[in-house]
Structure formats: C-alpha cells, structure tokens
C-alpha cells in the first residue's frame, strides 16, 4: 500500500515525466513491438487442427473403431480358406498331394449380430467424440489466445507502475541532493520501485507461460497476436434463458451423445454374452483333391461336402456366464459416466450464461472506472503543476488507472470466452463461431 506523504516545497514536475507515465498507461494492450503481421484467431485456429495432438489422436481412436466395426461385420461374411500340403513317405519313397478348401457362411448367429451392432454404436460414439474434440480445439485456442493477450496487458500495466515508481526514485534522489527531502523518502521510493520490479517479474513471467500454452497447441511458439477492438458488442446470450441453453445442450453436446452411443454399445455387448449360448447354424462347403504316387487312382478324385452346421455351446468353464456379468457391469459403468457427464454439462452450460451476463455487467463498470481515473489522474498532473498535489499522489492515480483498465481487459476477454464456452457446451461451437469472434480483432499499430 503507498504511503501519502507531502513534502513543504512543491516542485513543478518536468512534462517529459508526466508525459512518459501517461504514454505507458495508454499503451498497456500494445506491451509488444508491432510485426509485418499479426496472427489473428483464425490463422492460429486454421494450424491448431493441423497441429493438435489431441485432436489428431481423437481422429485416429475414430479409425481404430471404424475398423473394430469392418472386422465384426467381417464375421457375418462368407469365409473361405485353402490349404495344401505334399508328403513323402519314408518307407517306399512315395509321394501324396493334398488340396483342401472350406467355404462357410453363418447363416444364425445372434452373438455375432450384437457385437456387430456393438461396434457400429462404439463408431458412432467416437464421430461425437471427434466433433467434441473439435468443439474443444476452439475452446482451447480462444483460451490460450486471449490468456496470451490478458498477460501481455497485464505486464504492460506492471511496467507502466515500475516506470513511475523508477521515476519517483530519481526524483526523490534529486531532491535529497538538493537537501529539499529527508532520506527516507528516497529509501520509500525504492522501496516501491523494487516492489514494482518484482510485480513486473512475474507479469514477465506469467505472459512467457501464457505463451508457452498457445505453442502446446501449435507446435511452436505464437507470434503478435491481434488484440480485441476496444468497443465490443455487448449482447446477450440468445435466448436470454438459461433453461433453453441447458435443453439445447442435452439435445446437442456432442459429448454426451457420445456417452449415450457408449451406453447403446455396452447394452448391445450385453446382448452378445446373453446370446453367446445359443446355438449357431452355418453353410459349409469343403473339398479335397488328392494326387500322386502313394495314392491309388480311384483316389485321386475331387470330393465334395455342402452341408449344414448346428453348433450348441454345452460348456466352456463358466466363461460365458462370466462374459455376462463383466458386460452388464461395463453397462452399468457407462449408464453412470453418462448421468455424470449429463450433470456436469448442466452446471457447466448454467455457469457459462451467468459468466457471459457477470462479464457484461463487469465490462460496463469497469469501462466507468477506467474513465473516472483517467480524468482523476489528468486532475491529480495538474495538481502537481500546480504544487497542490504531490508525486505520491499521481502515482496513487496512476495505479488506480493501470488497475482499472487491467480489470476492464479482463472482463472483455472474459465476455468473448465464456459466450465461446456456452455455445460449447450447447454443441454449437465451431469454426464460424471462432470467425464471429476474428471480426472484433485489430491489427496492432
């Protein structure tokens, strides 16, 4: 906390100091150099879903399960195999040819259909699990953007006090030199300008993390990123209910069509082990043609079966029944994620639209505090011209600025992410979205 102190000389302050602290304030959104080109969120977007590990690994856990359905749909198909083999007996020096084949075709076989039909719900569940992975890139990257640009105000707004509190030390050195002030005064300057040095270190810190996060998504570190337009649209949700947001979501979010798919498939294996000791009927059709030396010539034939097969399951060790349990308890695990995952959609989708209305609500009171101390800190530098108000003073309202427009930031980037994350979690979020939000960005000048 400062420490209001006045001093019985008032010295008029040089204008090239003041002008340099009210410079630093105003640039606290443009802390970095500009470049020929900053990315905006769709050029970071548009190389996270080349780039994403985990959007790529959703898309492939997508090609394992649609092969899991070609390999049980496999096992409904006709299935044909050959064999042979060329013998040779010791005892005479004989030699025997053999070409066998078998063509089968399950005709009933209850067990293979469910699993089939397992597979194909498990397909599906993994497509709504790609589209939530998509749904979450977005998210994801309009997170780790806007982290990048609330840290990069933040550390300009660190700077701008360490600059002020740098240019007290100076003055309160000077002074003293002057034997116009005591050393304490210079010693409370430092003690305030060290202060800021460490604030502006973790700030320094802070935005090098931020950073770090949007490279995990990219694969390499960002470059200048856009910022948003000072005025922005302030609307609000559509519809303004949050009852309609959380059916819309229920209805839409495509992780939980997913766990419902999961739960679909798991009852569909439930009805594979039940039907696993039932019996099975199929087509067969062998046949053998034998040759050579060892093999007398009525032998020598090709010979022929088209039959049918009736296969019943007796007993094998109690492992069907065993089957049975595991998949009715894999059923019951997933019929509970899923009322999980409902739950938690519910709350997350009611807390976004309340975040979206607070942020609104905080986007205009803060834009009134960012005005009250502009016109606060322009009356407190006349007031030092003056002498009626002293360095300590100004830096009080050079603070009171800094954190408000750090506050008003905040609450800007907060108002773009949370209607992000609504529409997210109503299964609306994708790339238009992303490009709605692309429009309120500015190029740095």
């Given at each position: ?52 590990p985990?959007l ?74 790609v589209?939530?992975a ?6 994801r ?66 935005l ?65 082990a ?20 060892a ?7 090709y ?39 409902r739950?938690?959609?519910i ?95 500015i190029?740095?000048?």
């Open positions: 906390m400062l420490i209001a102190y006045r001093s019985r000389l008032r010295p008029r302050w040089p204008s090239s100091v003041l002008t340099s602290l009210a410079v630093a304030l105003l640039c606290a959104g443009c802390c970095l150099p500009a470049a020929a080109h900053a990315e905006n969120l769709l050029d970071i977007y548009a190389e996270a879903r080349q780039q994403d985990t790529a690994s959703a898309r492939a856990v997508r090609g394992e399960q649609g092969e899991v359905a070609a390999q049980a749909r496999a096992a409904l198909l006709p299935q044909w195999s050959a064999q042979y083999a060329e013998l040779r007996y010791q005892a005479d020096g004989s030699r025997e040819r053999q070409l066998t084949h078998s063509l089968s075709q399950v005709l009933v076989d209850l067990s293979k259909l469910r699993t089939l039909d397992a597979a194909k719900a498990g397909a599906s569940a993994q497509e709504a699990r589209q939530a998509e749904a979450d890139l977005c998210a990257v309009a997170t780790a953007y806007f982290g990048v640009l609330t840290a990069q105000a933040s550390l300009a707004t660190a700077q701008a006090i360490e600059d002020a509190y740098n240019q007290q030390v100076n003055q309160a050195r000077a002074r003293f030199d002057a034997k116009l002030s005591a050393a304490q005064d210079v010693e409370q300057a430092r003690a305030y300008y060290e202060l800021a040095r460490v604030n502006t270190a973790q700030a320094q810190e802070t090098a993390d931020a950073r770090q996060a949007l490279a995990q998504i990219i694969g390499r570190p960002p470059g200048e990123l856009q910022p948003l337009a000072p005025d922005l649209p302030m609307l609000m949700p559509d519809p303004e209910d949050p009852e309609a947001w959380v059916a819309q979501a229920i209805r839409d979010n495509p992780s939980l069509r997913a766990g419902a798919l999961d739960l679909s498939a798991s009852e569909q294996r439930v009805a594979a039940r039907a696993a000791h039932l019996p099975t009927l199929s087509v067969g059709l062998d046949g053998e043609r034998r040759g050579g030396t093999v007398a010539p009525v032998d020598t034939r010979t022929s079966t088209l039959g049918l097969r009736l296969t019943i399951p007796l007993f094998a060790g109690g492992a069907i029944e065993s089957q049975k349990r595991q998949a009715v308890f894999q059923r019951e695990q997933q019929k509970d994620d899923l009322e999980a995952t739950r938690s959609l709350r997350g989708t009611q807390g976004y639209y309340q975040a979206v209305v607070s942020s609104l609500s905080q986007m205009r009171t803060t834009r009134a505090a960012v005005d009250a101390a502009e016109k606060s800190l322009a009356s407190t530098r006349s007031g030092l011209d003056l002498g009626a108000r002293t360095m300590t003073d100004l830096l009080l309202a050079i603070q009171t600025q800094s954190n408000a427009r750090i506050a008003w930031e905040q609450a800007r980037h907060r108002y773009v992410l949370s209607k992000l994350l609504l529409q997210q979690a109503a299964g609306s979020l994708a790339e238009p979205q992303l490009a709605a939000v692309n429009l309120l960005l190029e740095r000048r």
